[in-house]
Nanobody, 123 residues
Framework: QVQLVESGGGLVQSGGSLRLSCVAS????????IAWFRQAPGQEREGVAC????????YYADEVEGRFTMSRDNQKNTAYLQMNSLKPEDTAVYYC????????????????WGRGTQVTVSS
């Protein structure tokens, strides 16, 4: 059974940093594409960053480019999202997700999901 568990969220002041983790079990993260999504109250789930296993590239949404960095530790079977220079508009529940084929920023393309971790950025 595939399970993804996010952690690392919390309350941080504007300009601060957080590192989110996504621990996987039941699948190997080095065999799949991985993405981070977020969803703020009343808003649609949006893609933040994704690692495409088919071309080895990482892609970022314009809103987070230069501030967020996605990485992966294959030995720990864990993906990370380092978030710097956080802004109040980054406040949301953050989810990691995987799919077997090329990565996209569309949430409905993904097969497996974690339950999310709350990130709150105060001004």
């Amino acid at each position: 059974q595939v399970q993804l568990v996010e952690s690392g969220g919390g309350l941080v002041q504007s300009g601060g940093s957080l590192r989110l983790s996504c621990v996987a079990s039941g699948l190997r993260l080095d065999y799949v594409s991985i993405a981070w999504f977020r969803q703020a109250p009343g808003q649609e789930r949006e893609g933040v960053a994704c690692f495409d296993n088919s071309d080895g590239n990482t892609y970022y949404a314009d809103e987070v480019e230069g501030r967020f960095t996605m990485s992966r530790d294959n030995q720990k079977n864990t993906a990370y999202l380092q978030m710097n220079s956080l802004k109040p508009e980054d406040t949301a529940v953050y989810y990691c997700a995987t799919r077997d084929t090329a990565a996209t920023m569309m949430w409905y393309h993904y097969t497996h999901w974690g339950r999310g971790t709350q990130v709150t950025v105060s001004s």
